[in-house]
């Protein structure tokens, strides 16, 4: 079957989801008796129509470029992790350790150790999913499940007997010193004279999600491990026969995937909450999948979905707040998005595919 060009493949496939799922939303809308125009316009407002807005979709969109990325590098591998939401909730209690128990004297130095331990919790609890699948072969899409519902037991364990402070009542631990407390973007913004709400909680992490951005580029395209990781989820058996093992690759490339999932914390427990607190990670390792499906596995990609679903988050708790629309049909709008930019990606491409060679027969 003839290949469409890459900029069609790359843009205009999302770009078509993107305007069916809008346009059911707006069905749905219109069938629950509201504005459907009056209500994007308020999603759109509240996302990107000031700074204010503008924070907090940075901030959702620094979550769930960590998360999609970590799903992006497993797929490469021909793995599909879905444990992103357990893996950044392990995240989450490395860097609670660390911020607690370490007399960090300044926040770069707290921010250094944050990240190695985030990245090392979640890390560590991909490997056994890894290994369960390199060795016994059980598949990683069930293991990574489970992984998900114990790593919230065992958390829940640890926030309410082991680390919750003293006399407290919510499953929390206590805050974190002052000098692990991260600069706010809004800080620095203001300080060169670029004018920024402050009181939204985007902070410092969005430049190491960036460089993990960087890092992911340099790692699948640039590296003899990244081939060796493409390779594998192109062929085994291919890879097998250029002297790859398929076990090492996959011990190794769901270890990265746990680790960018784990630094995800450093937003959300480190720099939002300056805390860890229970169920923290609040569905941004599922939403990782439908941003890696989204991007393209490319991290270009996935920094454009990730802002898309950072706006999506806060216009939809914007439309929430101040219309009578119910929080659920938010969450369904939301959902639209995902099934056709995600689930149903391939039927989309299909018909994309025959337009544009229908179109260009045409004119030809």
Not at 182 to 196: E, Q, T, Y
Request: aromatic letters at 10%; a positive charge; proline letters at 4%.
């Amino acid at each position: 079957m003839q290949a469409m060009p890459k900029w069609a493949d790359l843009v205009l496939v999302p770009v078509v989801g993107l305007i069916m799922a809008f346009i059911c939303s707006g069905l749905m809308i219109v069938v629950t008796g509201h504005d459907p125009v009056e209500a994007v316009t308020l999603m759109v407002q509240g996302s990107v129509g000031s700074t204010y807005a503008w924070g907090f979709t940075l901030y959702y969109a620094t979550n769930f470029i960590f998360t999609g990325l970590a799903v992006a590098v497993a797929f490469h591998a021909a793995m599909f992790n879905i444990g992103g939401e357990g893996q950044a909730a392990l995240g989450g209690l490395g860097v609670a350790l660390v911020c607690l128990f370490i007399p960090w004297p300044h926040w770069t130095l707290a921010l250094l150790g944050a990240t190695m331990a985030g990245a090392a919790f979640g890390a560590l609890w991909a490997t056994l999913p890894a290994w369960l699948q390199a060795r016994r072969g059980s598949h990683i899409v069930i293991t990574t499940i489970m992984f998900n519902f114990i790593a919230a037991a065992l958390l829940n364990y640890v926030l309410v007997n082991v680390l919750r402070p003293a006399g407290a009542m919510d499953p929390a631990t206590a805050k974190f010193p002052e000098p692990t407390h991260l600069p706010l973007l809004s800080d620095w913004l203001n300080a060169v004279g670029i004018p920024f709400a402050a009181r939204t909680p985007a902070n410092v992490t969005l430049l190491i999600a960036l460089l993990a951005c960087v890092f992911v580029y340099l790692l699948i395209w640039r590296s003899k491990l990244g081939f060796e990781i493409r390779s594998l989820g192109k062929s085994e058996s291919a890879a097998v026969y250029a002297g790859i093992s398929p076990a090492k690759i996959i011990m190794i490339s769901m270890m990265i995937s746990g680790g960018l999932a784990g630094l995800m914390a450093i937003n959300n427990v480190m720099g939002e909450a300056e805390r860890l607190v229970l169920n923290s990670v609040e569905g941004a390792g599922f939403i990782g999948i439908a941003v890696a499906l989204m991007g393209r596995s490319h991290p270009i990609g996935i920094v454009f979905a990730a802002l898309l679903f950072g706006a999506l988050y806060q216009g939809g708790a914007e439309l929430g707040l101040w219309t009578q629309i119910p929080r659920e049909l938010v969450v369904v709008i939301q959902a639209l998005v995902i099934l056709f930019t995600g689930a149903l990606d391939q039927m989309i491409r299909m018909a994309v595919r025959r337009l544009f060679f229908s179109k260009r027969k045409a004119g030809a």
